[in-house]
C-alpha cells in the first residue's frame, strides 16, 4: 500500500464564514488534503465583527469567527472526522478550539480522531505582535490548560505551534529566534509539569506533539547552520 501524500494546505480565510467555506471546499476537490484557517483580527483579539473596535478590520486579514453558528459554516459539507485542521490563533485559540470540537461532536466525529494544530503561542504574541488579550502568566494558564485538555481528549491534536517566525519578523536575529522559541517551549513545559494535572507516563506525548514554526530569512549560510543546530537542541 503506498504511503499517503504530505497534508497539502493553504493558510485562508477572508471576508466571511460562507465565502471562506466555499473556497475550502473548491481548494479540497482540487486535491488540497487539509486546512489551514486565517482568522480575522478581531477574533484574534477576542472581538464579535459588531463591537466598535472591530469596525474596518473584519473579514480584512482572515475569517470572522464569532460564535458556534459561524464555525457550523466555515465547515459546512467538511467531515471534520476526516480532516488534519490548523488553526492559526493564539489569544483565543482556548474558545476557537472549544467551538471547533463542539462542531465535531455536532457531526458525531470522536474528540480521539480530530486531528491539527492550535497555534496557541501567546509569548510571541506578546514579544512580537501585539495581539495578545491576557498579561503572560493567565495566557500562559490557558496555554497549559489547552495542552491538558488536548492530551486526554484529543490524543492526535497538535494543541501548540511554537512559533518563532514573527520574532525575526520583529528583529530578533536567527540566534535570538531559536533561543526565545527553546525558552518559550521549555516554559510551557514546564507549566504542564508544575501542574500536577499530568502524570509521567503522558509527559512525553505532550512534548512530542508540540511543534515549530520557524523563519528562514535571506542570510542562506546562516538560516541552514540555524536549522542545523535547532534539530540538534
Not at 493553504?10 to 487539509?34: E, I, P, V
Request: hydrophobic share 40%; with cysteine; charged share 20%.
Amino acid at each position: 500500500m503506498p504511503d499517503k501524500p504530505w497534508i497539502f494546505r493553504t493558510y485562508a480565510g477572508h471576508s466571511t464564514a460562507a465565502a471562506s467555506n466555499a473556497l475550502y471546499r473548491k481548494n479540497l476537490s482540487k486535491g488540497q488534503t487539509g486546512l489551514s484557517v486565517a482568522f480575522d483580527l478581531p477574533t484574534q483579539t477576542g472581538y464579535d465583527s459588531d463591537h466598535p473596535l472591530a469596525k474596518g478590520e473584519v473579514g480584512k486579514v482572515g475569517v470572522p469567527i464569532c460564535h458556534i453558528g459561524d464555525m457550523r459554516t466555515l465547515f459546512d459539507g467538511i467531515p471534520l472526522g476526516a480532516m488534519n485542521t490548523s488553526m492559526t490563533i493564539n489569544a483565543t485559540a482556548a474558545w476557537l478550539l472549544a467551538l471547533y470540537v463542539a462542531l465535531a461532536d455536532e457531526q458525531g466525529a470522536p474528540r480521539a480522531e480530530l486531528q491539527g494544530t492550535t497555534q496557541n503561542d501567546i509569548i510571541k504574541e506578546y514579544l512580537s505582535r501585539g495581539t495578545y488579550v491576557f498579561p503572560p502568566a493567565p495566557s500562559m494558564r490557558l496555554t497549559k490548560d489547552v495542552i491538558l485538555f488536548t492530551t486526554k481528549e484529543m490524543p492526535k491534536w497538535n494543541p501548540m505551534n511554537v512559533c518563532s517566525y514573527h520574532l525575526q519578523e520583529a528583529g530578533a536575529t536567527p540566534v535570538q529566534e531559536l533561543a526565545f522559541a527553546l525558552a518559550t517551549a521549555i516554559g510551557v513545559l514546564d507549566a504542564v509539569k508544575a501542574s500536577g494535572q499530568c502524570a509521567d507516563e503522558e509527559f512525553g506525548d505532550v512534548v512530542g506533539r508540540i511543534s515549530f514554526f520557524v523563519n528562514a530569512g535571506l542570510r542562506f549560510i546562516t538560516e541552514v547552520c540555524k536549522m542545523r543546530a535547532f534539530t540538534e537542541l
